[in-house]
């Protein structure tokens, strides 16, 4: 049985295009190789580059081709009426009989005539004729970034800064008409010879947001490309809007940075999954060079909620052309109008709740939630507090042996380490249940914030590389949280500082990594929970 080279998706059938993908497969890349020289610089096929040709008229010359993929090919070809070099995209002939294609195609043309940036590959031309559509671009003579990235194990930070700049300035562009792209990658962003720009291309997919632009999708199929795709787009790709255009812009930052995509698998499936469920490797830990600011702001690209990332590409913009003169971090934009006031005044509050001097908070930080909710900040010993469910702090072994989860061990006794024992190993950014011993809460949620990845052979697991607390790990962890209060239907929850004892996760990132995702979670979802505590521990006197 083949495999698709690109996605490594099983083939059950011979066919000549990945059906996952839609890259070429090894049955149409031995027919190109058995092919004269001919057919390969024109295309799939010599009767159908004469067709081509014959609809193009004398004005347009093929010449060789460029590339090809699951939805037709791209020529490089001569303009004889203004004398200059083009690029010419056409549809494969068996796809246009397919309903849909043919209209795609012509939208692609029409959101591209409205665009006029330096980033974006804009289109000269657009005919249909004898069966034959194709449209007329700038030849832009330069690799992809995806080409680029070929040679190398990631770039240096000098050089993939102004790429992903230029790009994230061409989809400012088109966000700004309304257009969202939906298959921002590597192999989608291009150098141009002539202009000594970086552009965006391939709007074949794209979507129309606003009222009076046609939308390019009639479909409620997932398009896009399974490594650089949204969560929301695998699951609603009709519901999916511009932000999902940042996720994939995240995904691309982050393989030209480390030189890996974010999720990786064995199937387009397994990546989605993974894309959904794990928490990201920070991108630092694999290229310790990239500094906090992009470091940020790519993890912030690609948080799994909407709400969590950046809201524009005029964010994006503003944390990498503010970097130099100390511009804000990626995770002190706001991130929606109803959260603003509870994160102003919290950035007023934080020394003091960052502070190991001092009395500390005489009485709790109250933020209310406008329906009914509340999120609490407190200094003190989370074993103290009489809540539904604490939330303890351990590696994937559960030995609470020290920090938040050895206090849990004194303070309520042996039977809640020896309940915890029978469900370990424990993956990281998972949280297991166990009743609360001796304290003053009910249950006990166990957050694995370190440990080792599980590697599955066959029946039997081998531990892969650490895993360490992360915003991404935090934020899934906090949902796990969630899951379990409103499984039991619990009313009040308390969180320590997750990851900041034995895991080394800095104490202000941490805390404002979990303001800000359970003030998400009381304002938008929809739980039991009516109360979160983030309990900053302070000795007793």
Known sequence: MASCPSCSAELQVHTAYCPHCGEPTPTALSEESDSGQADRQVGPGAEFTEHLQAALGLRYELKHLIGRGGFGAVYAAWDARLQRRVAVKSIRPDLLAWPGFLQRFRREARLLAQLRHPSVVEVFDFGERDRVAFMVMPFLGGNTLEQRLESVAGLEVEEALPIMRQAAEGLLAAHDRGIVHRDVKPSNIMWDEATEHWRIMDFGIAKAEYPGLLSLTSTSAPMGTPMYMAPEQAEDPRGADHRADIYSYGATFYRALTGRAPFEGDAPLAVLIK???????????????????????????????????????????????????????????????????????????????????????????????????????????????QVDAIVSSDDNLLTMGGGVSGRILIAGGSSIAEEAKRFTPVRPGRVIVTTAGDLAASFVFHAVTLGFEPKYWGTRIRWGATVEPSRDLISEIIEGCFYHAETLELYSLAFPLLGTGAGGFARDVCLDTMFRVLLRKLLFGITSVREARIVLFRPKA
Request: with cysteine; charged share 25%.
């Open 275 to 385: 894309a959904k469920i794990d928490p990201l490797v920070s991108p630092r830990s694999l290229n310790p060079a990239i500094p906090d600011y992009l470091n940020d702001c790519v993890e912030r690209c690609l948080a799994k909620e909407p709400a969590d990332r950046l809201q524009s590409f005029r964010d994006v913009l503003t944390v990498l052309e503010g970097a130099d003169s100390g511009g804000p971090s990626a995770w002190h934009l706001p991130s929606d109008p109803i959260s603003n006031d509870a994160l102003a005044r919290y950035q007023l509050r934080r020394a003091a709740y960052l502070t190991k001097e001092g009395p500390g908070l005489e009485e709790p930080d109250v933020y209310e939630v406008p329906n009914g909710r509340r999120l609490t900040v407190v200094h003190g010993d989370i074993t103290d507090h």
